[in-house]
């Protein structure tokens, strides 16, 4: 049976978002592992932390028992190129680990324009060897760039992961009901997903405006009230402002609240505080959590559905 080893890296402040998707999005049962072993390739394009996954030719005990299975019964390669590559802080497979299987691999190497790249790697007590088929380039990481921000824009890997969860549970369409500069609009485009820019502030959809369009993203633009609004979607995102720069009105968080649990079949809220007795007197379900801590603040993530769901 084929096995494909998945590896990911993340760093450690980045932990609760990376075990939202190894547990949920992956259904790993040891969410806080850097890779896994599967018996079929999973998608790693849209993850925030995928970096390559191979089809393994070999695993072993050693990198002695590996060498001489390979110098066996690995056939001719033809125009590769073979690269070492350490998973996270697990034992280091170094580029003199990789030297030692020079003499059992026949090969033609091509460095700059190879046809395939085998990897070498290991973990606490396997050794790896196959070929790279899925790589990772987190593209959406040049959203950090675009051309205009504001000093409270929600960080784009909190919102890769929480849009690219949305996604995983169905959603097609996304709502950003509070859009400010974008972030949130940008990740789901990205995802080709078909996303309505929504704020209050005319101001705000126009940067948003802007932004997409510096990437050629494409969006349709609404200046609305997420508390009234009558647009609807498969899935939603409200970030509240209130608490870091304005004073929070109550009253308007709950007609949010209550208006976008309505329009959406899942919704994401994240806000200074946990809000969950709102979102359940709202007629919301509360079916996973998160704190985000950041500098000075922390940020409670909700994702919500209608009770009767």
Same mark, same amino acid.
């Given at each position: 049976m084929k096995q494909f080893l998945h590896i990911f890296s993340y760093h450690h402040e980045d932990s609760s978002l990376y075990e939202l998707e190894q547990k949920h999005i992956y259904e790993q049962e040891n969410p806080e592992s850097r890779y896994f072993l599967a018996d079929k390739v999973h998608s790693i394009e849209d993850s925030s932390f995928g970096e390559t996954v191979l089809?393994?030719?070999?695993?072993?005990?050693?990198l002695e028992e590996l060498r001489l299975y390979l110098s066996e019964n690995l056939p001719f390669l033809e125009k590769v190129r073979l690269v070492n590559l350490s998973i996270g802080f697990l034992p280091k497979c170094s580029f003199n680990d990789l030297s030692k299987l020079f003499t059992s691999i026949k090969l033609s190497a091509e460095l700059k324009n190879p046809e395939a790249t085998y990897i070498l790697t290991r973990t606490e007590d396997k050794w790896f060897f196959g070929k790279q088929i899925r790589k990772c380039h987190r593209q959406w990481s040049v959203h950090r760039s675009k051309p205009e921000t504001m000093s409270s824009a929600i960080p784009h890997i909190l919102a890769h992961t929480v849009v690219f969860?949305?996604?995983?549970?169905?959603?097609?369409?996304? =709502?950003?009901? %509070?859009? $400010?500069?974008?972030?949130?609009?940008?990740?789901?485009?990205?995802? @080709?997903?078909?996303?309505?820019?929504?704020?209050?502030?005319?101001?705000?959809?126009?940067?948003?405006?802007?932004?997409?369009?510096?990437?050629?993203?494409?969006?349709?633009?609404?200046?609305?009230?997420?508390?009234?609004?009558?647009?609807?979607?498969?899935?939603?995102?409200v970030d509240f402002p209130y608490g870091f720069h304005c004073e929070r009105d109550h009253e308007e968080e709950i007609s949010i609240i209550k208006n976008t649990i309505q329009g959406t079949k899942c919704l994401c809220l994240i806000h200074g505080e946990d809000i969950t007795p709102? =979102?359940?007197? %709202?007629? $919301?379900?509360?079916?996973?959590?998160?704190?985000?801590?950041?500098? @000075?603040?922390?940020?409670?993530?909700?994702?919500?559905?209608?009770?009767?769901v």
């Open positions: 089809d393994l030719f070999h695993s072993a005990d050693s969860y949305l996604k995983s549970l169905g959603s097609q369409s996304l =709502i950003d009901f %509070c859009s $400010g500069s974008g972030t949130f609009s940008l990740e789901a485009a990205s995802m @080709n997903m078909n996303v309505t820019a929504m704020d209050l502030n005319p101001n705000m959809v126009d940067m948003t405006k802007r932004n997409m369009q510096h990437f050629n993203y494409s969006a349709k633009y609404l200046n609305d009230n997420a508390a009234t609004t009558t647009a609807t979607a498969d899935s939603g995102i709102q =979102i359940e007197s %709202c007629g $919301g379900m509360v079916f996973e959590r998160m704190i985000i801590p950041a500098v @000075n603040v922390k940020r409670y993530v909700h994702f919500v559905r209608k009770k009767d």
